[in-house]
């Protein structure tokens, strides 16, 4: 894989990633990979119901933004503390691209010392505790797995901006999103040559790819194009998508 970079530094919205992810698989000819963090920011499935995913008060009154993507799945909180991974493969079908992709993160992580385990099938668990979830969006040409990995994450807040199913946690002997995850941090005294968050990175770009990519500025400018979709009302609150 080729690690995508930008050609210069700065804060982006969650959804500049998902538009970047969608142009780099429809115009990049090599299987990528990226890595990115955001401000705090819930995510919903592309079929989740908004009011009943997430505390919206909460969100408005703690300036967490709102958006949602176009991959199933559930409902996600991601702050800096949160690393975001975006791989872009030419491996098709649910089962082969998530199986890829898990098994090399999960490969990565037993290699600093961690106890993890696949789970499910977008899931990596450490001793137990969910470190990473997953979703995929298809196109014609590539498949986009895109997910999670808890480093140092704000969990109150994560708590209290998600209203997960009772009965999805009751199938996992839990009372609450907080008790279900874990940030990597907990499990630091395992972890092996990873001291901080760019240890992370570092580690994990070396894992997954051979080459780099800078985006030109151009390039940029299209996702942005792309990104404007993201910020339909409609597209957010989900009417858009139950017109297609």
Same mark, same amino acid.
């Given at each position: 894989?080729k690690?995508?970079?930008?050609?210069? #530094? $700065?804060?982006?919205?969650l959804?500049?990633? /998902?538009? &970047?992810?969608?142009?780099?698989?429809?115009?990049? *000819?090599?299987?990528a990979?990226?890595?990115?963090?955001v401000?705090?920011?819930?995510i919903i499935g592309?079929?989740?119901s908004?009011?009943?995913?997430?505390?919206?008060?909460?969100?408005?009154?703690?300036?967490?933004?709102?958006?949602?993507?176009?991959?199933g799945?559930?409902?996600?909180?991601a702050d800096?503390?949160?690393?975001m991974i975006?791989?872009?493969t030419?491996?098709?079908?649910?089962?082969d691209a998530?199986?890829?992709?898990?098994?090399?993160?999960n490969?990565?992580l037993?290699?600093?010392?961690?106890?993890?385990?696949?789970?499910?099938r977008?899931?990596?668990l450490v #001793? $137990?505790?969910k470190?990473?979830?997953?979703? /995929?969006? &298809?196109?014609?040409?590539k498949?986009?797995?895109? *997910?999670?990995?808890?480093?140092?994450?704000?969990?109150?807040?994560?708590?209290d901006a998600l209203?997960?199913?009772?009965?999805?946690?009751?199938?996992?002997?839990?009372?609450?999103v907080?008790?279900?995850?874990?940030?990597?941090t907990?499990?630091?005294?395992?972890?092996?040559g990873?001291?901080?968050?760019?240890?992370?990175?570092?580690?994990?770009?070396?894992q997954?790819c051979?080459?780099?990519l800078?985006l030109?500025r151009?390039q940029?400018?299209?996702?942005?194009?792309?990104?404007?979709?993201y910020?339909?009302?409609?597209?957010?609150a989900?009417r858009?998508?139950?017109?297609e």
């Amino acid at each position: 894989m080729k690690h995508i970079i930008l050609p210069e #530094e $700065g804060d982006r919205r969650l959804v500049f990633y /998902l538009a &970047m992810e969608e142009f780099v698989a429809r115009n990049v *000819g090599e299987d990528a990979f990226f890595l990115w963090r955001v401000a705090p920011t819930v995510i919903i499935g592309r079929n989740q119901s908004l009011e009943d995913e997430v505390d919206t008060g909460y969100c408005a009154e703690n300036g967490v933004q709102v958006y949602r993507r176009k991959s199933g799945g559930g409902c996600v909180y991601a702050d800096k503390g949160n690393l975001m991974i975006s791989a872009v493969t030419g491996i098709h079908g649910t089962a082969d691209a998530f199986g890829s992709y898990l098994s090399n993160l999960n490969s990565f992580l037993g290699s600093l010392g961690l106890d993890s385990s696949m789970s499910g099938r977008n899931d990596i668990l450490v #001793e $137990g505790r969910k470190v990473s979830g997953n979703a /995929l969006q &298809m196109l014609p040409e590539k498949s986009i797995v895109h *997910g999670t990995l808890l480093y140092d994450a704000d969990l109150d807040a994560m708590r209290d901006a998600l209203k997960p199913p009772v009965e999805k946690l009751g199938r996992h002997g839990i009372s609450s999103v907080r008790q279900r995850v874990a940030n990597l941090t907990e499990f630091a005294s395992c972890m092996r040559g990873i001291h901080c968050m760019e240890d992370l990175m570092d580690s994990l770009v070396g894992q997954f790819c051979s080459g780099t990519l800078m985006l030109t500025r151009e390039q940029v400018d299209r996702i942005c194009e792309i990104e404007k979709g993201y910020l339909d009302p409609d597209f957010i609150a989900g009417r858009s998508l139950r017109q297609e």
